[in-house]
C-alpha cells in the first residue's frame, strides 16, 4: 500500500505538469479501513499555474483532470500484459494530452504532453509496488470517475524504456585512460570509472586480464587507472538528446600507477 501511495503521488506530480509547470500536488492519507486493506486517499493542489486560468474552481478541475487521467493510465496498463511498440504509448500520451486540454483551464491552450520516459518510469514504479502481490490478490483504484484495477502482470523493464525513447545508437571504440574507483574482485559485474568529469559503469570483456586480476597476477591499487580499449555506445532519442551511454572494456593494455604519498620519516 505504502508502495502504490508513493507511485501514485508520483504520477500525480508528472501529470499535473501538463496542466502548468507550476502546478504542486500532495497526496494526503485520510483513513484505513480494515477487512481487505483500503486506503481512502485526497489529492491536495498546492498550487496553480501561474499563468491566466478561466474563471471557476481551478484546483478542483485540476483535481478532476488528475483522476481521469490516472484512471486512463491504469486502464491501459490493464488492457495488456507487455508493451509491444513506441507507438502504444503515444496513443497514451495523447490521451493524457487530449484530456488536459478538455479541462480548459488556460486561457492560451498551451498544455505540455508528458514525457515518455516519464510516463514509462511512474507505471514501472506502480508495477513494482504490486511485485509483493500473490496470484489470487487484486488491488483497485476508485474514485468518483470509477473504478480501475492494477495489473501486475504488466511488464516495463528498464532496456524497454531506453528502447522506446531510443531512435538511433551511435557506436565508436578507441583507446582511454579510465580512473578505477569500484573495481569488482570477485564476479564479472561492473567496474566504476572516473572518465573525464562523470563517473561511468563499464564491464570488462578482456577475460583473460581479468582472469589474472582475480587471482592476483595483476596489481590495481587505490588511485590507479587502466590503459583500455573502451567501446562507447551512446543512444540518441527523437529530439536528438543522448538518453543513455553503455561503456564496455574491450581490452585492458596496461595498469597506469597513481600518485603516491610518501611520508617523511620522523626519525
Not at 499535473?16 to 479501513?33: H, K, R, W, Y
Not at 474552481?57 to 484512471?71: D, N
Amino acid at each position: 500500500m505504502a508502495g502504490l501511495i508513493e507511485s501514485t503521488q508520483l504520477l500525480d506530480s508528472h501529470l499535473a505538469l501538463s496542466i502548468g509547470a507550476n502546478v504542486q500536488t500532495t497526496l494526503v492519507l485520510q483513513d484505513v479501513e480494515a477487512a481487505s486493506l483500503k486506503a481512502k486517499l485526497r489529492t491536495i493542489v498546492e498550487e496553480i499555474p501561474d499563468e491566466a486560468v478561466k474563471a471557476g474552481e481551478i484546483k478542483k478541475v485540476i483535481g478532476h483532470f488528475l483522476l481521469r487521467a490516472k484512471h486512463k493510465v491504469l486502464d491501459w496498463c490493464g488492457e495488456r500484459d507487455t508493451i509491444k511498440s513506441r507507438e502504444e504509448v503515444k496513443r497514451l500520451e495523447d490521451d493524457i494530452h487530449r484530456l488536459a486540454q478538455e479541462s480548459d483551464i488556460k486561457v492560451l491552450p498551451a498544455y505540455a504532453p508528458i514525457e515518455t520516459t516519464t510516463l514509462l518510469s511512474d507505471i514501472n514504479a506502480v508495477n513494482d509496488a504490486l511485485a509483493c502481490l500473490e496470484h489470487h490478490d487484486q488491488a483497485s483504484f476508485m474514485s468518483p470517475v470509477g473504478t480501475s484495477g492494477y495489473n501486475p502482470a504488466l511488464t516495463v523493464s528498464e532496456d524497454m524504456i531506453r528502447e522506446f525513447v531510443t531512435r538511433e545508437t551511435i557506436a565508436s571504440r578507441g583507446e582511454r585512460i579510465l580512473k578505477v574507483k569500484k573495481p569488482d574482485y570477485l564476479g564479472n559485474s561492473k567496474w566504476g570509472f572516473k572518465y573525464g568529469a562523470h563517473m561511468i559503469e563499464a564491464k570488462i570483456l578482456d577475460t583473460s586480464w581479468l582472469l589474472r586480476f582475480q587471482n592476483s597476477q595483476e596489481s590495481v591499487l587505490p588511485g590507479d587507472s587502466l590503459r583500455v580499449i573502451l567501446s562507447e555506445a551512446v543512444s540518441y532519442g527523437f529530439d536528438n538528446e543522448i538518453v543513455h551511454t553503455d561503456y564496455e572494456v574491450v581490452e585492458v593494455l596496461g595498469v597506469i600507477p597513481g600518485l603516491r604519498v610518501v611520508q617523511d620519516s620522523m626519525l
